[in-house]
């Protein structure tokens, strides 16, 4: 059977068979999407690079040593991994910045997906990427964690109040508090978004 049509379990049991091609397919299936989270997150390159790497090698010897056992998940527990290395480099590097909650009510937010689309498209989706991303940096740490796993590294809220250890209503307010809080910012800067509801 082609590798390309193989499920995630079904490529960790060919590679723990000694077929070292299925790694390479489930590598090309996740590395995208979690260098795109990895990278806006931490703004560097190079640092989303080694990130991303030290993310396979982290998954690949868990895997070797029998710890992972979440077959239908493989995706979501790369971007925990990925998001706990994130979360240490931003430790060491101590910079976060914040500013405070209002009491808002509107939950909304939106940002583009990648898809095939025009270069007018594609320029239009990295101008607004750029500055939403520069917005989010202004958001409390826990409120900009929430929106960057679910709207960058697309997780479930289930997922997410797994990857940072809380409730899924803990992550459903601070991604409540997270998009009044850009939709303030937003205002302020007088920036032309289309926003919708989540």
Known sequence: MDNLKLSDQELLSDFLSGNNSALEVLYKRYERKLYTYIFLMVRKAQIAEDLLQETFIKAIKSVKEGKYSDSNRFGSWLMRIAHNL????????????????????????????????????????????????????????????????????????????????????????????????????????????EFEKV
Not at 92 to 102: A, G, L
């Open 86 to 193: 994130v979360i240490d480099q931003f430790r060491h590097k101590k910079q976060y910045r914040e500013i405070s909650n209002d009491d808002y009510d509107l939950d909304i937010f939106s940002t583009p997906r990648f898809s095939d689309a025009t270069i007018e498209q594609k320029m239009v989706y990295e101008r607004v990427l750029f500055e939403v991303r520069t917005l989010i940096d202004y958001l409390p740490e826990e409120q900009r964690e929430v929106v960057m796993l679910r709207y960058y590294g697309d997780l479930s809220f289930k997922e997410i109040a797994e990857a940072t250890n809380v409730s899924i209503n803990t992550a459903l307010g601070r991604m409540r508090y997270a998009l009044i809080n850009l939709r303030k910012m937003v205002k302020e800067r007088n920036l032309n978004f």
